[in-house]
């Protein structure tokens, strides 16, 4: 794949994944990784510590847009962004520990809990 031709397709996810990030709430990580480690070759550490790094200016834009048309809690939200700057730290280091091909595997079985967890929990909401 040629330069310009992965720079197109970067830019254009990450436009994607902003949206899905403000429309759905996630910090884009779940669409990102995969997307890093699969289209673009990147190493699994590599396409995590990536992902981490775009969460922050997302989700800053994301909860003020939000905040501005009066919805969430910003004090809240700083409070857990504290909290979870620590657990990322630890995380992090964590992840260090993990060759790379444990890690991809731990972000898969994670992916598919997530993805188990919003399944059940439509299928619970549309028989209510």
Do not use: K, N
């Not at 990102?32 to 673009?40: E, G, I, N, R």
């Amino acid at each position: 794949m040629s330069f310009a031709i992965l720079l197109a397709a970067l830019v254009a996810f990450g436009a994607v994944t902003g949206v899905a990030a403000g429309v759905l709430g996630v910090g884009g990580g779940i669409l990102m990784v995969p997307f890093l480690t699969l289209v673009a070759g990147m190493p699994q550490h590599a396409a995590e510590a990536t992902s981490l790094l775009v969460v922050l200016p997302t989700a800053i834009v994301a909860s003020l847009v939000l905040h501005r048309r009066g919805v969430g809690d910003l004090g809240l939200a700083l409070r857990f962004g504290v909290i979870g700057a620590a657990g990322a730290a630890g995380g992090a280091l964590l992840a260090l520990e993990l060759p790379g091909r444990s890690l991809r595997v731990v972000f898969a079985v994670f992916l598919a809990l997530v993805g188990l967890r919003l399944i059940h929990d439509g299928l619970q909401t549309e028989r209510t």
